[in-house]
C-alpha cells in the first residue's frame, strides 16, 4: 500500500522560510513522477512544483524563484524549500506521485493525473 505523509508545515513570518518533507512507502518512487501542489482556503487545489525522475523540474509562475523542489530517492522523499514566503502562500500542501511523465503543463497541472497524495501539511504565514 502507497503512503505518503507530510511534514514541516508551521507558521512563518513573510519573508521566512519553510522546507517541507514528504516520505513515501509502499514502492520505489525513483522513477515516478513527484509534485507539490496546495490548496488555499476557498480556492481550488494548484500545481506548485514538480520533480522528474529524468531529474527535470517544473514550478508554478508564482513560486519561481522562491521555491526549489528536491528528492532522494534513496530515502524516498520529496523536498520542497520554500524561501521568502507571502501571505498569500498561505495553503494546505500536499505531495503527490504520478507514474507518467507528465512533460507538459497542461499534465502535469492536472490533478487527475496523480495515483497517490499526502494528507497535506498546513503552511501559514501572517505576521
Known amino acids: 500500500q502507497v503512503q505518503l505523509v507530510e511534514s514541516g508545515g508551521g507558521l512563518v513570518q513573510p519573508g521566512g522560510s519553510l522546507r517541507l518533507s514528504c516520505v513515501g512507502s509502499?514502492?520505489?518512487?525513483?522513477?515516478?513522477?513527484m509534485g507539490w501542489f496546495r490548496r488555499a482556503p476557498g480556492k481550488e487545489r494548484e500545481f506548485v512544483a514538480l520533480?522528474?525522475?529524468?531529474?527535470?523540474?517544473d514550478y508554478a509562475d508564482s513560486v519561481k524563484g522562491r521555491f526549489t523542489i528536491s528528492r532522494d530517492n534513496a530515502r524516498t522523499t520529496l523536498y520542497l524549500q520554500m524561501n521568502s514566503l507571502k501571505p498569500e502562500d498561505t495553503a494546505v500542501y500536499y505531495c503527490?506521485?504520478?507514474?507518467?511523465?507528465?512533460?507538459?503543463?497542461?499534465?502535469?497541472?492536472?490533478?487527475?493525473?496523480?495515483?497517490?497524495w499526502g494528507q497535506g501539511t498546513q503552511v501559514t504565514v501572517s505576521s
Open positions: 509502499g514502492r520505489t518512487f525513483s522513477t515516478y513522477t
Open positions: 503527490a506521485v504520478s507514474s507518467q511523465p507528465l512533460s507538459d503543463r497542461s499534465y502535469y497541472e492536472d490533478t487527475s493525473r496523480y495515483a497517490y
Open positions: 520533480s522528474r525522475s529524468s531529474g527535470s523540474t
